[in-house]
Structures are given as structure tokens and as C-alpha cells.
């Protein structure tokens, strides 16, 4: 993902969210996705989906482990 892409990312998904913490990260050594953090706190990742020339999406995939959830 270009620098562009990830600003526009990180400006959707704070606006989306109403969370200014929310960041989108470059990967190391990968250039189709882009990790997602809230604060210092990662929480999933982007990828770019560029199969259809004409229909340019991102997926989100977030895991939620069990522990996660112990103290809910």
C-alpha cells in the first residue's frame, strides 16, 4: 500500500470509529496489506484487494482470541 493509501485509511477508520487513537501501519515486506493499531495495540489487518481493476476494495480482519474475552 502507498503512503496515500494508508493516510486515507487512517483517516476513514478514526472517522468511522470516532477514535482518533486508530492508526494504519505499513507491514514490513509486504506491500499488499497494512497493520491496524489502536494506540500501540494491534488489532488487525488491512489488505488490499486489487483482483478487479475496476472494483478496488480493503478487507478488515480482526482476531478476537478467547482470553480476550474472559474479562468481558
Not at 515486506?29 to 488490499?48: M, N, T
Amino acid at each position: 500500500m502507498t503512503p496515500q493509501e494508508i493516510d486515507k485509511l487512517t483517516r476513514y477508520l478514526q472517522k468511522l470509529f470516532g477514535n482518533p487513537a486508530l492508526q494504519v501501519r505499513k507491514r514490513p515486506q509486504k506491500d499488499d496489506s497494512a497493520e491496524v493499531y489502536l494506540g500501540e495495540e494491534f488489532i488487525g489487518v488491512l489488505f488490499r484487494d486489487d483482483e478487479d481493476p475496476d472494483d478496488l476494495s480493503y478487507n478488515f480482519q480482526m482476531a478476537i482470541l478467547d482470553y480476550d474475552l474472559q474479562d468481558v
